[in-house]
């Protein structure tokens, strides 16, 4: 049996484990990303991208070609029984703001969205093993050891951590014998991706919203030429997913024959499911998305959630492999299973709505309010934000450079380091360190406020900081005499800044300077 090494492997090509390959790929970790079926994905199963996934797409360097490759929601179109038609709008009129440059969700079909990761993961060097199965595993204390069944025959892989991101019905899971409690919802639906003529492209269609047994709606996917059809079916009996059995039950529900279903090009029946892991980390082994946790469909939460997993685990990973204590991974299941447990609440609850033929959705759908204020990791301060709190999401804000060059907070946050933002702060204070970048608004800063966005989001006191992690997380609020407190959390994330030098050093004191210098040689 041929065997191997890496630092991670990632069990699982979707959005959960691309978003993971991508983020250490770009950190210069070693990993693997295996795919046990033959070829990607190719439905549209988890169309809507909401706006924080679209922030941590911008982070990984793909938000524009999702723009460009997708669209808007369109229209609500709900079709009543005498003809006539209302129109109402998703999410209400909702514009974007300095702090949240993302206002609404974005459509674009699954398959199309996994591509566009794919090719991003391939400029940074690596690709997905598809046809590669985990067909066993073990670990002790020094890590973990997989049997892999791949085109190539049976291979052995030592890792020093695996990340099942290998869904619903995940592997890595069973495996550990970790528990996924929950329940089944009571509702059985189809969803078909169909080449459709007779309805307009520009609403998202819905019939008999009031009436389990006959709702059906139809949603032209952006980005393509199909349309998805989603309906809730019997819970019990063969559903003919053929362009002929879809047409018929399209005909039977909407009462009309001008509707032509003429190709399906990928379609599926299931059971809607709520359910979690009991633990997200056995040791060496982590779960992220769907082998975490699953959703019912109703607000666009499940690929979403599954992305953001994955953006939590993969900083810290890249961390601790460089030397961080190890402590720092326990964080993840610490921050993602509560968000996952509020999110499986919400999706119930929207489920219970649409049967209710309501399918307006709020601002909490967006997930831009998801934080880690109760984490380890968010370090309580006096001298934080009127607005903020240590665990908020970091908000964006236009801003200049002091070239006058415009420029956006989330350009100075872009990137697998840390940012420390400091207002009328003493940048001297601070050591440089290759996984901390610092700017400065105000005095001598190397950033302007120019309209003052920044300070309405941020909120920073006069010789204050602000530390945003690098999942774009608020870490702490440190005030300018409290550069120990500073010093001693990044020491717990795996970052030793030097001593700064003395005040009269910097000051330009000559002798002062010498005195440091020769400090510094002596050690």
Known sequence: MNTSNTDVLICGAGAAGLSLAIDLARRGVGFRLIEKKN???????????????????????????????GGPYPLLREHHADGSHSDTTLGGEIEATPAEPHALPWMLPQFLTERIMRERLAELGHRVEFGCELVAVEQDAHGVTA?????????????????????????????????FPGKTLGVRAMVADVTLHGLERDAWHRFNESDMQQQIAICSLAGTELFQIQAP?????????????????????????????????????????????DRYRIDRIFLVGDAAHIHPPTGGQGLNTSVQDAYNLGWKLAAVLAGAPDILLDSYEEERRPVAESVLGL???????AKRGDSRRGREVRQLDLGYRASSLSLESTSGSHRLQP???????????ATGLPSRVFDLLQGPHWTLLGQDADRDRIAPHPHLRTHVFGNRGDVVDTHGHFHDAYGLAPNSWVLVRPDSYVGAFIAGDGIDALHAYLQGVGISLAQPMPQTAQAGNPSA???????????
């Open 391 to 401: 665990g908020d999401r970091a908000p964006d804000a236009p801003i200049r450079h």
């Open 39 to 69: 070829a990607p994905f190719h439905g549209s199963r988890g169309k809507g991208l909401q706006p924080r996934t679209l922030e941590v797409f911008e982070d990984l360097g793909i938000v524009d070609r999702i723009h460009a490759s």
């Open 513 to 523: 300077l010498s005195a440091a210098s020769a400090a510094s040689a002596a050690s």
């Open 233 to 277: 079916i019997p819970l019990e009996g063969d559903i003919d997913l053929s362009a002929a059995g879809i047409a018929a039950m399209v005909a039977e529900r909407t009462g009309r024959t001008d509707i032509q279903v003429s190709a399906v090009a990928w379609a599926s029946a299931y059971h809607m499911n709520a359910r979690l892991a």
């Open 347 to 353: 999706s119930t609850q929207l489920l219970d709505a």
């Open 147 to 179: 049997t892999l069944d791949g085109l190539h025959g049976p291979e052995s892989v030592c890792a020093r951590y695996l990340v099942g991101a290998d869904g619903g019905r995940s592997f890595v899971r069973q495996a550990l014998d970790i528990g």
